[in-house]
């Protein structure tokens, strides 16, 4: 018998200011942008998905399946910071859906 404990404890929370992103996906039609980042003192891998005009910040739970979405104020605020230096930096790959053929 095999169990899993997939409770979120505050040790097994990401510490979302010791993230580092990986790659960014810029989705112009949604107006969000995917990433995926590195938490530095687990290595462990976070997907991210942050809507802009919405304002809001989702993880993704691979235990579950689902997205989380980022409410406590500080971790939004961490992901976002992190976010915006990465895009400023341009030492993070960024790749974009937007499709630059037209086809008829």
Known sequence: MVTLNTRITERSKPSYDS???????????CDCIFGSAKERSSGKSLLFLVFNHKGKIYRR???????????NDDEYSSVR???L????????PCYTTASKFHLS
């Open 19 to 29: 993230i580092e992103f990986k790659y960014l996906i810029d989705v112009p039609r």
């Open 81 to 83: 910071e992190r976010l």
């Open 61 to 71: 739970n691979g235990l579950s399946g689902t997205w989380i979405e980022l409410k």
């Open 85 to 92: 230096q990465a895009i400023a930096d341009k030492g993070v």
